[in-house]
């Protein structure tokens, strides 16, 4: 149990970052989280990112309260929340299911939580809020006469006009289509800006948490596997696993054989490529596994040449072309390695026109290489 007790109402006044130390939450069967521990700074928009089953949402589900931890302790600043129930702690949550009440207007569905807390002004309140999400026009409609995107707005207003420190967002574009999604990502980012409060977003979806979060943290079988900015993880992803699930990657798995001047030299079969050791995420010596994004190769009809051995693969054989008007993608099979994606954007004049069935190789710039951990 926390350091408040229910009488003193402590923990709803809990401030700062949100922290997970040590936190384990198993069942009969199964460890859905397996001692995470992370820092959620206060005022930040987090993601947690992940598949289906890897532990995001019962992460989630202990910060709410909704479960508690089979070992570890959940805190806001230094408060521990550990052991507190859902209405005790300065956390809202906004569900992929709105859970609008139907039978109230949507200023009454926002002023709702206000008036059984007995603030004075809580139609105000609501209408402030209602302003905040652009939805002062709409105040006295019914949820059913709203679009999804309007819901999905009225739901983040009735979290927020509690003025929670901590605001979970569970999968809260899910039911949209993708424009409305797209819209949704844009309008939740600039709230959040708005308020300055923590957002913690749990989402499957790569491009929602990549286009909205401050940080982003990409979990698998219950632990974190890499936790840092968007553009961080994607350009240098350390594990194989994040560098899959973050978009899409061509891999090589080979040996270290080597160092060539501050780059390390990878083999695999006949191929021979090199990633810099400030990019690798191994070791020396042993398995290592190479990558390199499809949008940062290019493609060849003739052998690119000595001037950029370890930063080209080949030959291989054209098994598709797919023309996308921005873009073309092409799908390699290289011997002994599988198949490579290639994605160039049509800017060229002198792009190649070969077909399925011919010879081609594949190159990059040296420093878009890295190595992962298996």
Not at 33 to 47: H, I, K, Q, W, Y
Not at 74 to 96: A, C, H, M, W
Not at 237 to 253: D, E, M
Not at 282 to 310: C, M, N, W, Y
Request: with cysteine; charged share 20%; hydrophobic share 40%.
């Amino acid at each position: 149990m926390g350091i408040f007790s229910k009488s003193t109402g402590g923990f709803r006044e809990a401030k700062g970052d949100l922290i997970l130390e040590n936190v384990t939450k198993s069942f009969a069967t199964f460890t859905a989280v397996d001692d995470l521990s992370l820092t959620v700074p206060r005022g930040s928009f987090f993601a947690l990112l992940g598949p289906s089953g890897c532990g995001k949402t019962t992460t989630l589900r202990m910060v709410a309260g909704l479960e508690q931890p089979t070992a570890g302790r959940v805190k806001i600043g230094s408060t521990d929340l550990t052991g507190s129930r859902p209405y005790e702690r300065p956390v809202n949550t906004v569900f992929q299911s709105y859970a609008l009440f139907p039978h109230l207007t949507v200023r009454d569905n926002v002023a709702f939580g206000p008036k059984r807390r007995g603030v004075a002004d809580a139609v105000a309140e609501a209408n402030k809020t209602l302003e905040l999400v652009q939805l002062s026009h709409l105040a006295d409609r019914k949820p059913t006469q709203l679009s999804g995107g309007q819901q999905q707005r009225v739901a983040v207003a009735r979290a927020l006009v509690n003025h929670p420190e901590v605001l979970l967002l569970d999968e809260p574009l899910g039911a949209l289509d993708l424009k409305l999604r797209r819209e949704m990502q844009v309008e939740l980012k600039r709230i959040q800006m708005e308020v300055g409060l923590t957002f913690v977003h749990v989402t499957h979806d790569q491009e929602e948490a990549m286009t909205m979060a401050d940080t982003v943290a990409v979990m698998n079988l219950g632990k974190i596997e890499q936790m840092g900015a968007p553009e961080v993880l994607y350009d240098l992803p350390r594990t194989k696993f994040v560098a899959n699930f973050l978009g899409q990657s061509n891999l090589l798995h080979g040996t270290v054989q080597g160092t060539d001047g501050d780059s390390v030299v990878i083999g695999s079969g006949d191929h021979k490529v090199k990633v810099r050791q400030a990019r690798m995420a191994t070791g020396e010596g042993g398995e290592a596994i190479f990558g390199v994004r499809p949008e940062k190769t290019r493609i060849h009809d003739t052998d690119p040449g000595p001037q950029l051995s370890g930063a080209s693969i080949g030959p291989g054989t054209l098994l598709d072309v797919s023309f996308s008007g921005v873009a073309t993608q092409y799908l390699v099979e290289i011997p002994g390695v599988g198949r490579w994606a290639v994605y160039e954007q049509n800017l060229d004049l002198d792009r190649i026109d070969n077909k399925p069935g011919d010879q081609v190789w594949i190159s990059w710039n040296p420093g878009h290489a890295f190595g992962v951990r298996s």
